[in-house]
């Protein structure tokens, strides 16, 4: 069936994939030509003969393989289905990944690139040259390297997609410009998780657990939504139990064998609380905490005069948790006492085991949410179940990004409006706050590019964006690169058509599973030209239109802006084969292929193939166990000549050689640990204690700024979780799929039957739900499957356009009124829903849903949380039936009591400016794009 061997698609974990079974999967060699009957010419066999071409679905962070087959006769594509030869999602897909094919063909695409023709905002656009743009971007772009102004030029992502690549284009041009989503995703999951290991995202293998917790709605629209869905449920089919924390009862808890409806925030009291059990019945893995927590630190630091032995460390963590009894997390949860007990003593016999995420959620809602992963990882710790199999790994374990060739210098320039001297431990750059900033003074934006990112819509206090976008002191010269419209790209200066799913490249790599691989986004129309003979420079010339794609947009933006090599740039932009030419993206990806990818030229010369040849076939990779082991890496034994020249530390046994920790002594032996300061697992952070916080230096639970105290159900008040994924849905791009829109079109808000009585409505009323900074008016949900006194709604709908033919796309947006009054306030009304229209598509004439769904993100004021950086999303409202006047869609928004709510969080903030050290964050913290150490000192 497959000429590739079996072997290569055996996980490193022992799953075997499924292609054998897959009988109606074309095998590889018949993808060049595959016959199928013509649907649409039933009864009638009529063959139609396709090409199928691999690339990865762009629409969620997982990376999925999907396979485009595109028609031999009309050279387009025709659909696109799983690909059973990606490691990750061997073949399955959610909806959104079929649903490419719509975002290709969306009638109301943008194909050309924009140039506003009015004042921002006023939706006056004209046609322009992709010349034009580059060339004004470039020019703005080299005064401010060539001026020193480093810190003006801002790339902020939405979806990457993508691994390394901007930040080898921001190295390369020498500024602190990469911003971000994050801090409104999931910066505090990834805090918790970072100040344990220094790796800052969990890669569970859920497939050989026996016991599985989540918190989050994970299985159904989480992170990594459809591969570790689909193992999740062969661990449960294995006889593992599932265990979900979520105050909803989301698909993932409807398939739980428990649901656990604590209360919002109080989810690390119920952890710690299990945390005790395991302690106190003795379930915890000894010998794994004595080799590789840090509790000698522990002790000596705040212990000095307890025998520094590890049993007397057990005792005292005895102590230390003696208040999470499980009737103390109860009560602080809803949950029964004999449940909580029940499944502490489930994890701590599941042992090595247990698999644990957290992702979103409870840490994304939450004031201290990140105490939430930091206490979840501490089971995983006691249990001993990091990185072992059906355990929890750190995601770096389980996932590969390739070095590209000539890497940059890091940049010696640090920008204040990314990692400002209030947030110095802040895991992600504190992009929710940037339009303060800007207002403040704290600088200007001479060149800002928001790409696949629409902050306007999906931030908080998104009026204050608007007001930064159309200020042209603030921000000089703005681009929207995006595959569709969006709410932000209102406000640009250009809007940049870039490709969707199979119309770009980009190179990927998930922690999915227990396994390494890399997944190859193509775009397939070139690829199919370029295979039958038809030349293609740039790819937009095999797009729609004059679409292009990224990779080249920054290769030629480069170019531009250092036409003769004289600012050290172009130099990364010149081909390594073909000295002093400009880079082609098939030079930049076959240079990754032939000299980066641990036995992929292997396995492509097992095929006759070069490995872009075999890459351009299958589509992803995996590598091989041999060459990248996946489990217990901490383990690894430092080599003779890793030890030539370094010293050991006798108290801590930590190993260093140059000025840079690389490993430690344990037991006698040289390993290489984590990449913490201890190199080993912080139970105890002196990081912490030293930046600012040293009441949190062990694991611990933070009473949110939502914790039940602070609502009063008498008053009318509830907790709002608005942070909930419609699995159907994509954030803010699936606006340009009729199916996704067709399937879900609704964003009512839940509440329980007990509250509602209370405020007397029914499922359909129109309920007002007050923030603290506005209101919005939506469709009420009755419904079991919250718990009382918690209301939710999902944060995908509510789309707007504010002018008939253009702006957001007409399967998913209401025509709206949004304007500033003179008091400072906004207010947005719905003037017409969703309605029919007539285009090239027949299907939109048929449109039948009429509600747009409703926006919330614009009454939310910002609340960074003072640790992690993290936007604390959950909300105290209050829920009554609507107003007289109220209609359906309406948002209110007072921006004075928004700035009032940023000046509350930011005092809660503990600066560090004046350290002796002169350091403006952690040295041995992550960044994700990392400036150079000296730029780390002020
Ligand atoms: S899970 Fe994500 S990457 Fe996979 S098919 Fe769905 S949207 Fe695409």
Same mark, same amino acid.
């Given at each position: 069936m497959t000429n590739i061997p079996l072997q290569q698609h055996i996980a490193p974990s022992g799953?075997?994939?499924? *292609?054998?079974?897959?009988?109606?999967?074309?095998? =590889?060699?018949?993808?060049?030509?595959?016959?199928?009957?013509?649907?649409?010419?039933?009864?009638?066999?009529?063959?139609?003969?396709?090409?199928?071409?691999?690339?990865?679905?762009?629409?969620?962070?997982?990376?999925?393989?999907?396979?485009?087959?595109?028609?031999?006769?009309?050279?387009?594509?025709?659909?696109?289905?799983?690909?059973?030869?990606?490691?990750?999602?061997?073949?399955? !897909?959610?909806?959104?990944?079929?649903?490419?094919?719509?975002?290709? !063909?969306?009638?109301?695409?943008?194909?050309? =690139?924009?140039?506003?023709?009015?004042?921002?905002?006023?939706?006056?656009?004209?046609?322009?040259?992709?010349?034009?743009?580059?060339?004004?971007?470039?020019?703005?772009?080299?005064?401010?390297?060539?001026?020193?102004?480093?810190?003006? *030029?801002?790339?902020?992502?939405?979806?990457?997609?993508?691994?390394?690549?901007?930040?080898?284009?921001?190295?390369?041009?020498?500024?602190?410009?990469?911003?971000s989503h994050t801090n409104v995703c999931s910066s505090s999951a990834r805090f918790g998780y970072h100040i344990w290991c220094g790796m800052d995202r969990p890669s569970p293998d859920h497939a050989n657990a026996r016991f599985i917790l989540l918190i989050s709605s994970h299985l159904e629209t989480g992170h990594y939504f459809n591969p570790q869905a689909q193992r999740i449920i062969e661990g449960k089919m294995k006889g593992a139990k599932l265990a979900v924390m979520d105050p909803r009862l989301s698909n993932t808890a409807s398939m739980a064998d428990y649901w656990l409806p604590t209360w919002p925030g109080s989810e690390a009291a119920v952890l710690l609380a299990m945390a005790r059990i395991i302690l106190l019945e003795k379930l915890y893995n000894r010998e794994y905490l004595r080799r590789w927590v840090n509790w000698q630190e522990y002790m000596a630091a705040e212990h000095p005069h307890e025998p520094q032995e590890f049993d007397r460390f057990i005792e005292l963590l005895l102590d230390l948790y003696a208040v999470y009894t499980p009737a103390f997390a109860a009560a602080e949860s809803g949950l029964a006492e004999e449940t909580i007990i029940d499944i502490a003593r489930q994890i701590g016999h599941?042992?090595?085991?247990?698999?644990?995420?957290?992702?979103?959620?409870?840490?994304?809602?939450?004031?201290?949410?990140?105490?939430?992963?930091?206490?979840?990882?501490?089971?995983?710790?006691?249990?001993?179940?990091?990185?072992?199999?059906?355990?929890?790994?750190?995601?770096?374990? !389980?996932?590969?990004?390739?070095?590209?060739?000539?890497?940059?210098?890091?940049?010696?320039?640090?920008?204040?409006?990314?990692?400002?001297?209030?947030?110095?431990?802040?895991?992600?750059?504190?992009?929710i706050l940037l339009p303060y900033f800007l207002k403040e003074g704290r600088g200007k934006l001479a060149a800002y590019f928001t790409r696949v990112y629409n902050p306007v819509w999906t931030n908080p206090d998104g009026t204050g964006w608007i007001e930064a976008l159309t200020n042209e002191q603030q921000v000089e010269l703005h681009a929207a690169l995006t595959p569709t419209w969006n709410e932000t790209a209102w406000y640009a200066?250009?809007?940049?058509?870039?490709? *969707?799913?199979?119309?770009?490249?980009?190179?990927?790599?998930?922690?999915?599973?227990?396994?390494?691989?890399?997944?190859?986004?193509? =775009?397939?129309?070139? *690829?199919?030209?370029?295979?039958?003979?038809?030349?293609?420079?740039?790819?937009?010339?095999?797009?729609?239109?004059?679409?292009?794609?990224?990779?080249?947009?920054?290769?030629?933006?480069?170019?531009?802006?250092?036409?003769?090599?004289?600012?050290?740039?172009?130099?990364?932009?010149?081909?390594?084969?073909?000295?002093?030419a400009k880079l082609t993206i098939e030079e930049y990806y076959r240079w990754i292929f032939e000299h980066s990818v641990p036995g992929l030229p292997e396995a492509a010369a097992s095929e006759n193939l070069a490995p872009l040849e075999y890459m351009r076939k299958y589509g992803s990779f995996e590598i091989p166990t041999q060459k990248a082991p996946v489990f217990t890496i901490n383990e690894r034994e430092l080599k003779p000549a890793d030890l030539e020249g370094s010293q050991v530390d006798e108290r801590s046994g930590t190993i260093t050689r140059s000025g840079v920790k690389i490993g430690v002594m344990v037991d006698g032996k040289a390993f290489e640990g984590f990449p913490t300061p201890s190199r080993k697992l912080e139970f105890y952070s002196a990081t912490l204690k030293e930046w600012g916080w040293p009441e949190y230096v062990t694991p611990g639970y933070t009473h949110s700024h939502v914790h039940r105290a602070n609502i009063d159900a008498e008053r009318g008040e509830y907790l709002l979780i608005p942070t909930f994924r419609l699995p159907t849905l994509i954030h803010t791009r699936s606006g340009n799929s009729k199916w996704l829109n067709e399937i879900s079109n609704a964003n009512p808000v839940w509440i329980h039957p007990i509250d509602a009585r209370r405020i007397g409505v029914e499922s359909g009323d129109l309920v007002r739900v007050a923030t603290e900074i506005g209101h919005y008016i939506n469709r009420a949900w009755v419904t079991d499957g919250i718990r009382p006194g918690v209301v939710a709604c999902s944060h995908h709908l509510g789309r707007w356009r504010l002018e008939t033919g253009q702006g957001a796309d007409r399967w998913t947006s209401a025509l709206v009124s949004l304007g500033r009054e003179q008091d400072g306030a906004w207010r947005l009304r719905q003037l017409q829903g969703v309605q029919p229209y007539t285009s090239d598509d027949p299907d939109s004439a048929r449109i039948f849903w009429r509600e747009a769904g409703v926006h919330q993100n614009l009454t939310f004021g910002v609340h960074p949380d003072p640790v992690s950086g993290m936007h604390c999303w959950h909300q105290k409202v209050t829920v009554e039936a609507a107003h007289a006047g109220d209609h359906y869609g309406d948002v209110f928004v007072d921006r004075r009591k928004a700035q009032q709510v940023y000046e509350q969080w930011l005092a809660m903030t503990r600066p560090q400016t004046t350290r002796p050290d002169g350091l403006r964050r952690p040295l041995w913290m992550i960044r994700p794009y990392r400036p150079a150490a000296s730029a780390f000192k002020r």
């Open positions: 799953e075997q994939m499924s *292609v054998r079974d897959l009988a109606s999967c074309p095998p =590889p060699e018949k993808w060049r030509d595959w016959v199928e009957y013509d649907a649409k010419a039933w009864p009638r066999k009529v063959e139609k003969h396709y090409e199928i071409i691999p690339t990865i679905c762009f629409n969620c962070e997982a990376a999925c393989g999907l396979m485009a087959y595109i028609d031999k006769e009309s050279g387009r594509v025709q659909r696109f289905e799983g690909n059973p030869y990606h490691p990750g999602s061997r073949g399955r !897909n959610c909806a959104k990944g079929p649903a490419t094919i719509n975002q290709v !063909n969306d009638p109301e695409r943008i194909l050309y =690139p924009l140039k506003r023709a009015g004042k921002r905002g006023e939706g006056k656009w004209e046609r322009t040259t992709w010349d034009e743009a580059l060339d004004t971007f470039a020019a703005k772009i080299r005064a401010a390297i060539v001026e020193d102004r480093r810190d003006e *030029v801002m790339y902020h992502v939405g979806r990457p997609g993508h691994d390394g690549y901007m930040e080898r284009v921001l190295g390369a041009w020498g500024v602190d410009g990469h911003n599941a042992g090595t085991a247990f698999a644990a995420h957290t992702w979103r959620a409870a840490t994304a809602g939450n004031l201290g949410g990140w105490q939430v992963s930091r206490a979840l990882w501490f089971l995983s710790v006691l249990t001993g179940s990091i990185g072992t199999p059906g355990g929890t790994a750190p995601n770096a374990w !389980n996932k590969f990004v390739p070095a590209p060739f000539l890497k940059p210098s890091l940049p010696d320039v640090w920008n204040e409006m990314l990692f400002p001297p209030e947030y110095p431990l802040a895991n992600y750059e504190m992009s200066d250009y809007v940049l058509p870039m490709g *969707v799913g199979s119309e770009r490249h980009d190179l990927m790599s998930q922690e999915t599973h227990a396994g390494r691989w890399i997944g190859f986004r193509q =775009p397939v129309l070139r *690829v199919y030209k370029e295979r039958h003979g038809e030349p293609v420079q740039f790819t937009y010339q095999a797009n729609p239109g004059e679409v292009w794609e990224e990779d080249e947009f920054w290769i030629e933006l480069s170019w531009r802006i250092d036409p003769d090599g004289s600012l050290g740039i172009r130099k990364y932009f010149e081909s390594p084969y073909r000295p002093g």
